[in-house]
């Protein structure tokens, strides 16, 4: 099937809906075309295959960069049908919206479950609640297998180190919830475990840094490329805030303020990015309880793979009442082959039933993030019940 997606706009709902869809060809005149074009139809899809009338190497260029900016996981090369050539937006066959939803969910197979590790043992909040809630979330969300490595304590001898070897290279996707300090002197992994890990990332298994990951590894290049910003000194390097209108703004480093936040409280989420599989589907803005509000993150002033601002996908922004700044809450990218969400939110203390894991909208947006880095699509539903900027909703 070929099809040009400004002439058949209900194939972007239908790839929404359809997460499993089989083969489908796009077709277009011109590589400009696929930002309005591509992106809603190609976020909903596993398997993609780009067509373009210019030229075949025109299509395997332009894919390579989509696969490279995690739109697609795979696309295969387009040849030009032998003997004919299809004239500028027209599609080579018509069939109707209701056989095409019909002929995709009959070709949609039941998705394996998505394998993930979680890795932790130190911290500076409460790991043990934290892994747990992860364990409870994926677990409800029923796409995840779920498997734990948990390191030795701070002050395990060095043979403890040496036999500590988490299994990255059969996951799908590895959740920190480690974080061994926030400066020079923090905890690190062995360092083949490091080179493992980015090995294991480079070639396409996903990364999530839940809450308080992004503290950890001040001096592990790689890894504070990975998470984009992190918990690190004014100087360290350039923040990302978000303006009145949304537009994403650099703070140069040495400007602004520090890494930070207040006791937790309640407060609003905006979600910035309805095209990513991620946040589709969700409301504008919801209420979320009883949470950490962080500022003040700083990336690498010179990393290897581009600007900040140009690498990170910010989803979710709060308004923070102590920087009084727009503050990226969720964000992604992609680094090699694997792709990297990063949640903020998600904090845990001792004693506490720490209710912000049980909002609807975190758990809904961290089970999504996890599939999104396990496997580059989402299908994840929106919860029946999902909390609105007046209400907060808790999962039962």
């Known amino acids: ?44 899809h596993h398997d993609m295959i780009l067509g373009m009338q210019e030229s075949p190497e025109a299509a395997v260029r332009v894919t390579r960069r989509l696969i490279g900016n995690g739109w697609i996981t795979r696309a295969a090369r387009w040849h030009r049908p032998p003997h004919r050539r299809c004239r500028a937006g027209k599609p080579h066959m018509r069939i109707s919206r209701r056989t095409f939803l019909l002929t995709t969910a009959a070709g949609a197979a039941p998705a394996k479950k998505l394998r993930v590790l979680v890795i932790d043992g130190i911290n ?16 409800a969300a029923g796409r995840f297998t779920v498997a734990v490595s948990t390191s030795p304590p701070k002050d395990a001898p060095t043979a403890a180190w040496d036999a500590w070897r988490p299994d990255f290279q059969s996951r799908d996707v590895i959740v920190s919830n480690f974080n061994g300090g926030h400066l020079a002197d923090g905890v690190r992994w062995p360092r ?26 001040l001096g592990w290049e790689d890894y504070n490329e990975m998470i984009g910003l992190g918990w690190r000194d004014i100087n360290y390097g350039p923040g990302l805030i978000v303006d009145e209108n949304e537009k994403v703004v650099v703070v140069p480093a040495g400007q602004g303020l520090g890494p930070g936040h207040g006791p937790p409280h309640t407060f609003t989420m905006s979600m910035m990015d309805p095209r990513h599989p991620i946040t589709a589907g969700m409301p504008k803005q919801w209420l979320h309880p009883t949470e950490q509000l962080t500022h003040g993150q700083h990336g690498p002033a010179n990393p290897k793979h581009g600007a ?87 999962s039962s």
Not at 128 to 139: F, M, N, P, S, Y
Not at 193 to 217: I, K, L, M, P, Q
Not at 355 to 362: K, S, W
Request: charged share 25%.
């Open 1 to 44: 099937m070929v099809y040009r997606l400004s002439e058949n706009p209900f194939l972007i709902q239908a790839s929404q809906a359809i997460a499993a869809a089989p083969f489908a060809y796009i077709l277009c005149d011109h590589p400009k075309e696929l930002p309005t074009d591509y992106v809603s139809m190609a976020e909903g």
């Open 124 to 139: 500076n909040h409460d790991w043990q609640a934290g892994t747990k809630e992860i364990r409870r979330i994926l677990d």
């Open 192 to 217: 083949p475990v490091e080179e493992t890990f980015e090995a294991a990332v480079r070639r396409g298994c996903g990364f999530v840094s839940f809450h308080a990951a992004n503290n950890a590894f």
């Open 308 to 394: 900040l601002e140009k690498e990170l996908r910010i989803l979710t922004y709060a308004l923070s009442k102590d920087s009084h700044r727009r503050e990226p809450m969720d964000w992604v990218r992609t680094w090699g082959a694997g792709r990297v969400y990063v949640t903020l939110l998600g904090h845990t203390s001792r004693n506490s039933e720490n209710p912000n894991c049980r909002c609807a909208g975190f758990e809904t947006l961290f089970a999504r993030g996890v599939e999104w880095a396990a496997s580059g699509r989402v299908t994840i539903p929106m919860p029946a019940r999902f909390p609105s900027a007046q209400d907060i909703v808790y």
